[in-house]
């Protein structure tokens, strides 16, 4: 049973523009929501992280935007980069319990 | 400073031979998780060490998957008589605690069973 739904699985976007990435999530006890980067041949890194009190969060070109209600979250990339290209998964995971991770979704950004 | 580190990078084994896996977490890490990662998939977790405490083994996938982790740091992933379905990468991460949240992974080791 897969806990966290990302979508889309891959997505194309040139040079300058904005990537989104969803998740949806089930149980209302997560209250820590992570998106992780990964690079090929690489393990996941830690890219930028929510809690649920907080609509969004923003580092950098990268912004995390969290409906609470909806149980959904998800990332923006502004001013997409080809050095962005990579596989993003988010997760999210209660205090006492394991991340739980999405299926990830790929991003190609083209020059 | 140190990150997670995993070795072997790669291993090639034929079907049936039993492997081992090796990760060394952050110095200090109480927490030790591992991970399968198969072609284009996202990450499934296998089996979580919290410091003394008897480990969280409810995702290995079957009885030939066994890990360790000896005096509270170093670990060993385990695959015995390996099938062609064992075939993906294998990361390792820890974090500071069972109640820390950031995960730091290792690059992996990229199992293929031929």
């Known amino acids: 049973q897969q806990q966290v739904k990302q979508s889309p699985q891959s997505l194309i976007v040139q040079k300058g523009g904005i990537s989104i990435i969803n998740c949806a999530y089930e149980?209302?006890?997560?209250?820590?929501f992570p998106w992780y980067q990964q690079f090929p041949g690489k393990g996941p890194a830690l890219l930028i992280a929510i809690r649920p009190d907080v609509s969004e969060k923003k580092e950098g070109r990268f912004t995390i935007s969290f409906n609470k209600s909806a149980k959904q979250f998800s990332l923006h990339i502004m001013d997409s980069q080809p050095g962005d290209s990579a596989t993003y998964f988010c997760?999210?995971?209660?205090?006492?319990?394991?991340?739980?991770f999405g299926a990830g979704t790929q991003v190609v950004v083209t020059p | 400073g140190a990150g997670v580190s995993q070795s072997p990078s790669n291993k090639v084994t034929e079907k049936g031979k039993d492997v081992e896996l090796r990760c060394d977490p952050i110095s200090g890490h109480t927490a030790l998780y591992w991970y399968r990662q198969s072609l284009g998939q996202g990450l499934e977790f296998l089996i979580y060490?919290?410091?003394?405490?008897?480990?969280?083994k409810s995702g290995l996938p079957s009885d030939r998957f066994s890990a360790e982790r000896t005096g509270g740091s170093v670990s060993t992933l385990t695959i015995q008589r390996t099938q062609q379905e064992d075939s993906a990468v294998y990361l390792c991460?820890?974090?500071?605690?069972?109640?820390?949240?950031?995960?730091?992974f290792g690059p992996g080791t990229r199992l293929t069973v031929l």
């Open positions: 060490f919290q410091g003394n405490s008897a480990p969280d």
């Open positions: 997760a999210a995971k209660n205090s006492w319990g394991k991340l739980q």
């Open positions: 149980n209302t006890a997560f209250d820590y």
């Open positions: 991460a820890s974090s500071e605690g069972q109640r820390s949240n950031e995960q730091f």
